[in-house]
């Protein structure tokens, strides 16, 4: 089994921040190629929000470009994304996501991010 456990989330006021962090952990089967985190806000499809490769390539939306940072260890199997300035319009469950070179793709069960004073 491949588990992805994400803690961080929690209620915070417009301009405040969060650092999601998602620890991977079971049976992994192949390098990893991708991790990230993606988000769905109620009544929405699930979006990227920011992934991070191997070699340490990031892909940020841009709806967060500015505001957000992600990294990765891969020794830990854990990557954080870092959320400053958050808006309203940031409130979703953030959702963990792993993808193998082999193609094996995983999620988290999520956790929820509330911004609003």
């Known amino acids: 089994q491949v588990q992805l456990v994400e803690s961080g989330g929690g209620l915070v006021q417009p301009g405040g921040s969060l650092r999601l962090a998602c620890a991977a952990s079971?049976?992994?089967?192949?390098?990893?190629?991708?991790m990230g985190w993606y988000r769905q806000a109620p009544g929405k499809q699930r979006e990227l929000v920011a992934t991070i490769r191997s070699g340490g390539f990031t892909n940020i939306a841009d709806s967060v470009k500015g505001r957000v940072t992600i990294s990765r260890d891969d020794a830990e199997m854990t990557t954080w994304l870092q959320m400053n300035s958050l808006k309203p319009e940031d409130t979703a469950a953030y959702y963990c996501?792993?993808?193998?070179?082999?193609?094996?793709?995983?999620w988290g069960k999520g956790t929820l991010v509330t911004v609003s004073s």
């Open positions: 079971g049976s992994i089967f192949g390098d990893i190629y991708v």
């Open positions: 996501n792993l993808v193998l070179r082999n193609g094996g793709t995983y």
